[in-house]
């Protein structure tokens, strides 16, 4: 399979690689593993508290380059944008920046599910500090 020279870029220099305490309050994590290869993409986002804005970023992927290179991106991407922001980021857009073929495609929405679900451990442990009615299903 042949790479995109982007792919290699980003697996080359992966950029933002790590992890923040994930008891941080400002610290949202999402672990998200694909069924389809069995890789595994940790990301975390770090909130700026005062303006709700995504500060930093960081991931740990045990995956293929597609699967490095797409976390690569988007902890990049993330960074300045508020988290309904954040949330908008597609893997359609991730594809297309890393020109993955198709069968790399579920790495890009591996990538894209990794930063909602840090984006709703954020909000969730967030909540859970400011007074709320009773916790949604
Ligand atoms: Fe599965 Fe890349 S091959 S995440
Ligand atoms: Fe998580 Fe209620 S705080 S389900």
């Not at 080359?12 to 593993?33: K, L, Q, S």
Request: with cysteine; aromatic share 6%; hydrophobic share 40%.
């Amino acid at each position: 399979m042949a790479y995109s020279d982007k792919v290699i870029e980003h697996y080359e220099n992966p950029r933002n690689v790590g992890g923040f305490t994930a008891e941080d309050d400002d610290v949202g994590t999402g672990m998200v593993g694909a069924p389809a290869c069995g890789d595994v993409m940790k990301l975390q986002i770090k909130v700026n508290p005062l303006t709700g804005m995504i500060e930093d970023a960081k991931f740990k992927t045990y995956g293929c380059g597609s699967a490095i290179a797409s976390s690569s991106l988007v902890t990049e991407w993330v960074k300045g944008k508020t988290l309904d922001q954040a949330l908008a980021i597609k893997n359609t857009a991730i594809a297309e920046e890393l020109a993955l073929p198709p069968v790399k495609i579920h790495c890009s929405i591996l990538a894209e599910d990794a930063i909602k679900a840090a984006v709703a451990d954020y909000r969730h442990r967030h909540d859970a500090h400011i007074e709320q009615p009773a916790c949604s299903p």
